[in-house]
């Protein structure tokens, strides 16, 4: 029963309500009867009055009329918004569905970033690390250290410059500038020629290159020090974890 007065058409109703009454009146009164009183000039305000009161019962039920129709159409305004309030309440799950998921899709993104980033970063020091133990096994008791030794730990400084901090960087650049020193030492002072020495009493040559040499080892010593596993493993043992933060070598 509600759907129906919901869905009527009052103005319709309205009309034919009118027609009726029109009708009505009509059959009651009579065409002669009010076509005669409406022509009497003599009776314009009973005339009036009559018209009035016929017409103040149309008058009303039109009013109602609109008032109804103005309902339905507020209803149907309010039911349009609810459904309209529907679609928007699913686009907004759908659209907050979406976010959670391109948000643990961006999560993911960062974690595989990060755990690539520690992987590549461990492994470009791990084979710095390599280089540095392979230089100091190339250059033991009996290689001794030269220009190429130089450049070849300037080189793996510059390497470690993008993978560590400045502390290693500065370790290594020491490590050179020691070879560098040590390579001077030897090009300023030479071993002198000792002739052969039939006698046990060393001559004032041999006594001379037995001083340089020592002070030779003194130098290397020091240089392959560096190399040893318990220096070289506490220079290195920090950087062995990398953490998620971007390395600064600055």
Do not use: C
């Not at 400084?157 to 290594?172: C, G, L, M, N, R």
């Not at 240089?223 to 506490?234: A, E, G, K, N």
């Amino acid at each position: 029963m509600s759907l129906s007065w919901k869905n009527m058409n009052w103005l319709a109703v309205a009309g034919a309500f009118t027609v009726a009454y029109g009708v009505a009146i009509e059959l009651t009164l009579g065409w002669e009867r009010t076509r005669s009183f409406l022509v009497d000039d003599t009776k314009l305000n009973e005339v009036g009055d009559f018209l009035a009161g016929v017409f103040a019962p149309i008058a009303l039920i039109w009013l109602v009329a609109a008032v109804l129709t103005q309902r339905q159409e507020l209803n149907e305004t309010r039911s349009q918004f609810e459904e309209n309030q529907k679609v928007v309440d699913a686009q907004l799950k759908t659209i907050n569905s979406q976010n959670a998921l391109l948000s643990l899709q961006h999560t993911q993104s960062v974690e595989d970033s990060k755990r690539s980033y520690k992987l590549s970063l461990f492994d470009k020091r791990f084979a710095i690390y390599q280089k540095f133990i392979m230089f100091g096994e190339d250059h033991g008791i009996e290689k001794d250290y030269d220009e190429s030794s130089y450049f070849r730990m300037i080189n793996l400084s510059q390497e470690a410059a993008f993978v560590f901090d400045k502390t290693i960087e500065d370790w290594f650049d020491d490590i050179a500038r020691d070879i560098y020193d040590y390579i001077e030492f030897v090009d300023e002072n030479p071993l002198k020629s000792a002739m052969p020495n039939l006698t046990t009493v060393p001559t004032e040559n041999e006594l001379f290159n037995r001083a340089l040499l020592a002070k030779r080892a003194e130098y290397k010593k020091e240089i392959s020090d560096q190399f040893m596993p318990d220096t070289r493993t506490s220079k290195f043992w920090r950087y062995m974890y990398v953490s998620d933060e971007p390395l600064i070598t600055g």
